[in-house]
Every structure is written in C-alpha cells, then in structure tokens.
C-alpha cells in the first residue's frame, strides 16, 4: 500500500469516528433533558425507626472505642 492510500484510510476512519462521537454526543443533549422530566426530583423518603438510631450511636461509639485502643497501642509500641 502507499502512503497516500494509507493516509486516506486514516483520514476516512478519522471521520467516521467523529461522527459517531458527535452524533452519539448529540442524541444526548436531547435524551438527558428528557429522561429528567420523566424521573421524579424528590425521591421517596426513607422512614427509619428509632432503634436504627440508638444501635447507630452504639455502633458508633464502639467504632471509636476500637480505633482509640488502636492508636494508643500504636503509640505505647511505637515510643
């Protein structure tokens, strides 16, 4: 093959992937705004109970109690 062949070649699959990426791109600006007008905007609120609360906070406080008993190892080892 020559050079200008395989220039031409190149430039051929340049232009059709533009196109695609533009016209795909394209389809998009239009779809979006669309597909938002079919989805609600406020999603449907989530009720937790009170004991989801309290075993968080639990959960929470462990979490801290493990990480501090961690750290302060570490710094009694690493002294």
Do not use: C
């Not at 533009?22 to 779809?31: A, D, E, Q, R, S």
């Not at 989805?39 to 109690?65: F, G, R």
């Not at 750290?71 to 009694?76: E, F, H, I, M």
């Amino acid at each position: 093959m020559s050079l200008g062949s395989l220039l031409l070649e190149a430039l051929s699959l340049l232009l059709v992937g533009m196109t695609f990426v533009t016209l795909f791109l394209g389809m998009l600006v239009f779809i979006i705004p669309f597909l938002s007008k079919i989805v609600p905007d406020d999603p449907i609120p989530i009720q937790t109970s009170q004991k989801t609360n309290q075993s968080n906070i639990i959960e929470q406080q462990t979490l801290v109690a493990v990480i501090s008993a961690a750290v302060q190892q570490y710094r009694n080892q690493h002294k």
